[in-house]
């Protein structure tokens, strides 16, 4: 679902530009490296901007307090 929601962007994409630095795949060959990148790297921004731990949030959602 995370990767689902990081790609959603680019379905209505008409034109993409990749960057490289030389090293490894190169092209439109590199995106599904670069998503996956993506993926890996949210939960440690997800946990840094808001304090919470997503891999401890319950897959029914949110905790919430009363």
Request: net charge negative; no cysteine.
């Amino acid at each position: 679902q995370v990767a689902e929601a990081v790609a959603q962007p680019l379905l209505g994409t008409r034109r993409v530009t990749l960057v490289s630095g030389g090293s490894g795949d190169l092209g439109v060959s590199r995106l599904p490296t670069e998503i996956l990148e993506v993926v890996t790297k949210l939960p440690t921004a997800v946990e840094a901007l808001t304090g919470i731990s997503v891999t401890q949030v319950p897959p029914s959602g949110p905790l919430t307090t009363t």
